[in-house]
């Protein structure tokens, strides 16, 4: 690969709606796949049988796997404070509140020293995740790049249990390297946690660092807001290795892409642009987009008689062939092409941007792209 790289999420082995060509027809270099979806459907055995990821998926570039620690907590206390990996829906201060240890308000998943014990959303069916069992599960799946079990906290975790999820975390991260044979052509990445509290994250950087894994990812909770995003990038990024491979797990909106890569990161996976898709919004240039930056709604009224492409200058198949107009019709009309055509867009998009972004850096003037993208 060529970093900065944004990687489309292909949660089941699938990114919503596009095939493997038009992948490779966008420029994506590499998918993410989930490890706890994947085991519960198809079951990484059955991957495995049939070539691991890349044969299954007919995906010939490379692939990487997230660890399920994040189900642990977008199945667990995300329900329960009704919150991302950024905090975002508050209005005002919010305090932190501690983290209940019951099995309420409809979390799926248990978090315990030794790991996690899940609820399948299929069929509510139990289910077991440990770091050894994680490692195990992704070495099966086959992907180059996978990612050390971690326990990812709530924007709401107090400073107390952010700490103990911490430490469960650094201890999960020295079983995973253990569980991880050497001979293993993967690159496994260990998770810096912390929440948003500085001396945390510090910590967490510092005992992440210096254990022997391939690269590092910055997962768990960033924040209430962006900005608090920007803090923990600046907390954690100085600390590490210069020449491990750095990637932000989740994370990859527009602003984002030019804030975190100038903070120093190298990849990002984000499900945004493929499920922004599927509701009617495709990503466009300042210059294009309406009330919000870098975005139109295809569903509004407004494009009803726009015989533009969703954006004048971009080569993407439905820009090059299809109008607004058209792809509006499709959305009131609930036609599958409607969000197949937006979703190819968002694609293009990112990938697009994303070499601007190389090429940027590359010729010294990527102040200037960031400036052109976000300032004017």
Known sequence: METPVYCPVGTVASVKALDCSELEAAGAQMIL?????????????????????HHFMAWPHPTFTDSGGFQAFSLGFAKEHGVGKIGGVFTGPAAPVPRRETNELGRMATIDENGVTFRSHIDCSTHRLTPEISIGLQQKLGADIIVAFDECTSPLSDH?????????????????????????PQA?????????????????????????????????????????????????????PDAKFRH?????????LF????RGVDSFDCVIPTRFARHGTAFVRPQFATKRRFRINLRNATWAEDSRPIEPD???PACVRYSRAYIHHLFVAEEILGFRLATIHNIWFMQRLMEEIRQSIREGTFRTLKQTWLFD
């Open 33 to 53: 796949a989930n490890t706890y979806h994947l085991m519960l459907r198809p079951g990484a055995d059955r991957v495995a049988r049939l070539g691991g990821l």
């Open 160 to 184: 107390e249990y952010t700490r103990r999820a911490m430490e469960r975390t650094h201890r999960w991260a020295e079983r995973c390297l253990a569980a991880h044979p050497v001979r293993v």
């Open 188 to 240: 496994l990445l260990g998770i810096v946690q912390g929440g948003a509290y500085e001396d945390l994250r510090r910590k967490s950087t510092q005992v992440i660092a210096s254990m022997p894994f391939d690269g590092i990812a910055i997962g768990g909770s960033l924040g209430k807001t962006k900005t608090d995003m920007h803090h923990v990038l600046e907390w954690t990024i100085p600390e590490l």
């Open 248 to 256: 932000l797990l989740g994370i990859g909106d527009v602003d984002d």
């Open 259 to 262: 804030e975190c890569v100038e």
């Open 314 to 316: 971009c080569g993407c």
